[in-house]
């Protein structure tokens, strides 16, 4: 039998009406899908049919991607073998109600409070506590700003899971540092490990929490991996937290195979990603094999994929980019080890937005303490004679301008490493200056626009406009330049970073205004990306004076007032140099 050029079969004798012959399209990937009793002549043109028809054992049917090439032969399968439809709800992105779960809401709270506590967990908060005490070994997939550092501290301090090992993104790991200590107001001993150890810095593998990044936990030996650190695997570590767990997706990776080391034994263990995973199913399956669940959800790899993933062998190996039976996916990984709850979902008993601080490191610490310490000496040695007698005309002016320009160039590499990162969330970011050198740098650096001074309000309109259109990610500027007259970001964008403070709240709150306002159907996010060894400790501190005034204020609430103010910050950006 052969098919003419129409894609109708010549030769028919053999085909006889079957009523269980069916068929149903598949719109999310693209496919026909056929279903029939075994016919050995049938299965011939159907393979003839495109290169990449395929058998699924899993759903026991024929599967045929829908090209201009396969389309009028798949027509002709239907017409001539008398293949009946079958109509399928379709299904897109999953899309699943948030439901409080059961949890004894007094004990939780019970437990919490029992710990002091720096913060008082939220209700959602101590729902995902409940999850992570029951089903022991988690992924918390809840959106960004939800708190999911906190949520994992409450489990690791609940259960008293020490030594515990965090493993995040270098650009983040000195903020959880910071939070842990925040949250158990000192009470928990906590490393930050570092690549390379100094005569004055030495890794403390003694601490109850050790917190070291993705980039130094493994290292290559021969094909494989081994773990950086003899302590990694010397350590008896009762829990390990995986921050920005889609790092893990790729199971040939080196930090994939270092992790795979390190959840070996009885321990617990909770992957943290605000990463939608239902997107590509098939990203999960390392996941779900980190935290020992992956039995749950499919005997193996390969039914994982053909389930879930669509899976198929082509021409030039496995395609598993597809995805089927999501909701059953969603339903039997909320049942076994995931949680995710969004921003809307939890809206009630979230404030009006959420703010985040997070440490970062700077490249020129040497050169900043030396500015820092005695600054006219600095501009001597670095620029000569003449232009510090002009700088000691107005020095304290002129040390201000220099520190911050000087801040902001130390913290550059450590910003571009969280836009990296950032990337991976696939959510759009407007990212805020003040020192226009690099926020052109950035703008070149991931090809997404920047919006500065000198630039008019039609072209401000026309970069924002472009901007809400496209898929760049990222939107650069100066906090005064959009800061203001840029509206309708709210509609795309939740999520705003200030690389550097002004000095005036009221830039801020221009700033935040651009996400939080109507329109918004989400809980912005707002995230300061700050340095301890900067002057930007100073100006956060001076921003919260001033925005204290301003509240009492507006509420009328009697306060004493603190000094606040340029002269202020320059003060105590002396004292602190003295005290080092």
Same mark, same amino acid.
């Given at each position: 039998?052969?098919?003419?050029?129409?894609?109708?079969?010549? #030769?028919?004798?053999?085909?006889?009406?079957?009523?269980?012959?069916? =068929?149903?399209?598949?719109?999310?990937?693209?496919?026909?899908?056929?279903?029939?009793?075994?016919?050995?002549?049938?299965?011939?043109?159907?393979?003839?049919?495109?290169?990449?028809?395929?058998?699924?054992?899993?759903?026991?049917?024929?599967?045929?991607?829908?090209?201009?090439?396969?389309?009028? /032969?798949?027509? #002709?399968?239907?017409?001539?073998?008398?293949?009946?439809?079958?109509?399928?709800? +379709?299904?897109?992105?999953?899309?699943?109600?948030?439901?409080?779960?059961?949890?004894?809401?007094?004990?939780?709270?019970?437990?919490?409070? #029992?710990?002091? =506590?720096?913060?008082?967990?939220?209700?959602?908060?101590?729902?995902?506590?409940?999850?992570?005490?029951?089903?022991?070994?988690?992924?918390?997939?809840?959106?960004?700003?939800?708190?999911?550092? =906190?949520?994992?501290?409450?489990?690791?301090?609940?259960?008293?899971?020490?030594?515990?090992?965090?493993?995040?993104?270098?650009?983040?790991?000195?903020?959880?540092?910071?939070?842990?200590?925040?949250?158990?107001?000192?009470k928990r001993s906590v490393s930050v490990i570092e690549s390379k150890e100094t005569k004055s810095r030495r890794n403390d593998w003694t601490a109850d929490v050790i917190i070291i990044n993705y980039d130094i936990i493994g290292k290559k030996q021969g094909r494989g991996t081994t773990l950086r650190f003899d302590e990694l695997g010397e350590i008896d570590f009762k829990m390990n937290i995986f921050d920005e767990a889609h790092f893990l997706?790729?199971?040939?990776?080196?930090?994939?195979?270092?992790?795979?080391?390190?959840?070996?034994? +009885?321990?617990?263990?909770?992957?943290?990603?605000?990463?939608?995973?239902?997107?590509?199913?098939?990203?999960?399956?390392?996941?779900?094999?980190?935290?020992?669940?992956?039995?749950?959800?499919?005997?193996?790899?390969?039914?994982?994929?053909?389930?879930?993933?669509?899976?198929?062998?082509?021409?030039?190996?496995?395609?598993?980019?597809?995805?089927?039976?999501?909701?059953?996916?969603?339903?039997?990984?909320?049942?076994?080890?995931?949680?995710?709850?969004?921003?809307?979902?939890?809206?009630?008993?979230?404030?009006?937005?959420?703010?985040?601080?997070?440490?970062?490191?700077?490249?020129?610490?040497?050169?900043?303490?030396?500015?820092?310490?005695?600054?006219?000496?600095?501009?001597?040695?670095?620029?000569?004679?003449?232009?510090?007698?002009?700088?000691?005309?107005?020095?304290?002016?002129?040390?201000?301008?220099?520190?911050?320009?000087?801040?902001?160039?130390?913290?550059?590499?450590?910003?571009?490493?969280?836009?990296?990162?950032?990337?991976?969330?696939?959510?759009?970011?407007?990212?805020?200056?003040?020192?226009? +050198?690099?926020?052109?740098?950035?703008?070149?650096?991931?090809?997404?626009?920047?919006?500065?001074?000198?630039?008019?309000? @039609?072209?401000?309109?026309?970069? @924002?406009?472009?901007?809400?259109?496209?898929?760049?990610? =990222?939107?650069?500027?100066?906090?005064?330049?959009?800061?203001?007259?840029?509206?309708?970001?709210?509609?795309?964008? #939740?999520?705003?970073?200030?690389?550097?403070?002004?000095?005036?709240?009221?830039?801020?709150?221009?700033?935040?205004? /651009?996400?939080? /306002?109507?329109?918004?159907?989400?809980?912005?996010?707002?995230?300061?990306?700050?340095?301890?060894?900067?002057?930007?400790?100073?100006?956060?501190?001076?921003?919260?004076?001033?925005?204290?005034?301003?509240?009492?204020?507006?509420?009328?609430?009697?306060?004493? /007032?603190?000094?606040?103010?340029?002269?202020?910050?320059?003060?105590?950006?002396?004292?602190?140099?003295? @005290?080092?």
């Amino acid at each position: 039998m052969k098919i003419s050029g129409d894609g109708n079969f010549q #030769s028919q004798e053999w085909i006889r009406k079957r009523m269980d012959r069916v =068929f149903y399209i598949d719109t999310i990937n693209k496919t026909v899908n056929f279903s029939f009793d075994y016919d050995e002549e049938l299965i011939k043109w159907i393979k003839a049919s495109d290169w990449n028809a395929r058998w699924n054992p899993e759903f026991q049917e024929w599967i045929i991607p829908v090209n201009d090439y396969s389309k009028p /032969r798949i027509l #002709s399968i239907i017409r001539n073998a008398n293949f009946e439809q079958k109509k399928v709800a +379709e299904v897109g992105d999953v899309d699943v109600d948030y439901e409080r779960t059961e949890v004894d809401y007094a004990y939780l709270r019970g437990l919490c409070d #029992s710990k002091d =506590f720096e913060y008082k967990a939220r209700t959602y908060q101590l729902e995902a506590l409940g999850f992570a005490l029951e089903k022991g070994n988690i992924i918390n997939g809840d959106d960004v700003g939800l708190g999911k550092t =906190f949520e994992s501290i409450l489990y690791a301090e609940v259960t008293n899971s020490f030594p515990c090992l965090v493993v995040t993104p270098a650009t983040v790991k000195y903020n959880w540092a910071k939070e842990w200590t925040k949250i158990t107001k000192g009470k928990r001993s906590v490393s930050v490990i570092e690549s390379k150890e100094t005569k004055s810095r030495r890794n403390d593998w003694t601490a109850d929490v050790i917190i070291i990044n993705y980039d130094i936990i493994g290292k290559k030996q021969g094909r494989g991996t081994t773990l950086r650190f003899d302590e990694l695997g010397e350590i008896d570590f009762k829990m390990n937290i995986f921050d920005e767990a889609h790092f893990l997706k790729n199971s040939k990776s080196q930090r994939a195979n270092a992790a795979a080391r390190l959840v070996k034994g +009885e321990k617990r263990i909770q992957l943290l990603t605000g990463t939608a995973t239902m997107n590509k199913p098939v990203e999960l399956w390392n996941l779900l094999k980190l935290v020992k669940s992956s039995d749950k959800i499919s005997k193996d790899w390969q039914q994982f994929i053909y389930r879930y993933c669509g899976g198929y062998r082509g021409k030039f190996g496995w395609v598993t980019d597809g995805a089927t039976n999501t909701l059953e996916l969603n339903k039997l990984l909320r049942e076994t080890c995931y949680i995710r709850r969004e921003k809307k979902q939890v809206l009630t008993e979230l404030p009006d937005f959420i703010s985040q601080a997070i440490e970062i490191p700077i490249t020129n610490k040497k050169d900043y303490e030396r500015a820092q310490n005695d600054f006219l000496q600095f501009i001597l040695e670095e620029e000569g004679l003449e232009k510090m007698e002009k700088a000691s005309e107005a020095e304290q002016l002129v040390a201000l301008g220099r520190l911050r320009r000087m801040a902001i160039e130390g913290k550059q590499k450590a910003i571009e490493g969280y836009l990296k990162d950032w990337i991976e969330t696939e959510r759009k970011l407007i990212v805020f200056g003040i020192h226009t +050198e690099t926020l052109e740098y950035l703008s070149d650096k991931f090809k997404c626009p920047l919006i500065a001074g000198g630039v008019s309000s @039609k072209k401000k309109q026309e970069i @924002k406009e472009k901007w809400i259109k496209s898929d760049d990610q =990222f939107l650069f500027g100066n906090i005064e330049s959009l800061g203001t007259g840029v509206d309708g970001l709210q509609h795309v964008c #939740s999520d705003v970073v200030f690389m550097e403070l002004p000095w005036r709240p009221s830039d801020l709150t221009q700033g935040i205004g /651009r996400v939080h /306002r109507s329109g918004q159907i989400e809980t912005p996010s707002i995230i300061y990306l700050l340095s301890d060894w900067t002057i930007d400790s100073e100006m956060w501190e001076m921003l919260e004076e001033k925005e204290a005034v301003t509240e009492a204020v507006n509420k009328g609430v009697d306060i004493r /007032r603190n000094k606040s103010g340029m002269k202020n910050v320059m003060k105590k950006m002396l004292t602190k140099a003295k @005290k080092k």
